[in-house]
């Protein structure tokens, strides 16, 4: 035998392991996070703004109009003393009308269409409506209700078709004289 290397022979390799213990993402840890520092201003923020005047969080604010509210004359500047001192307050209510504010068209249909699905409830309950013109009645409110979204003239040819089908049905006496004069005054205000 030869004093040299032997081709045959056991060749020795490292094989890398990889690194014991936990390795997290680090971009994938910021990002939750940036999330849930993100839910949580939300969320209170959220909080803060349902919460009302008293500051009792849980019951939800009616919906105001889009404007803002129509004001009086401005008050004069604090720095000026009054004019003359204020009367005392009277028990009757005061001359002037509380001001006018411009609701749309629509709103006022729909609020009309409320009241008068409420008073055709009514009515079969009192026994001013007969059940089944009742369930027609409420059947064609709901519908209009649901199509809140169509053109206005739409909606007020559906009132004005609404308007005839009460009138047909008080001459053939499904629906008192008194309620129907109740419900078409319901409807007068959904047209104004």
């Known amino acids: 035998m030869t004093a040299g290397p032997d081709p045959g022979g056991w060749r020795r390799e490292e094989i890398r392991h990889p690194r014991r213990g936990l390795r997290v993402p680090w971009l994938a840890l910021a990002g ?5 520092v993100a839910a949580t201003v939300l969320v209170a923020g959220i909080g803060d703004a349902l919460a009302g005047p008293d500051r009792s969080a849980g019951r939800l604010l009616p919906l105001q109009a889009a404007s803002p509210p129509a004001t009086k004359t401005p008050s ?31 709103l006022l249909i ?7 699905r409420a008073s055709v409830d009514q009515g079969v309950a009192a026994g001013d409506v007969r059940d089944d013109v009742g369930r027609d009645l409420a059947n064609v409110i709901d519908g209009m209700l649901d199509r809140r979204h169509s053109p206005l003239d739409r909606r007020r040819a559906d009132v004005a078709a609404l308007q005839r089908k009460i009138s047909t049905r008080a001459r053939e006496g499904a629906i008192t004289a008194a309620r129907a004069a109740g419900l078409h005054r319901i409807l007068a205000d959904a047209r104004d």
């Open 32 to 36: 939750a996070a940036a999330t849930a």
């Open 76 to 106: 004069p500047p604090p720095s000026s003393p009054p004019a003359a001192p204020t009367p005392a307050p009277s028990s009757s209510p005061p001359s002037s009308s509380p001001p006018q504010y411009r609701v749309p068209p629509g």
């Open 110 to 116: 729909d609020e009309a269409l409320v009241r008068l």
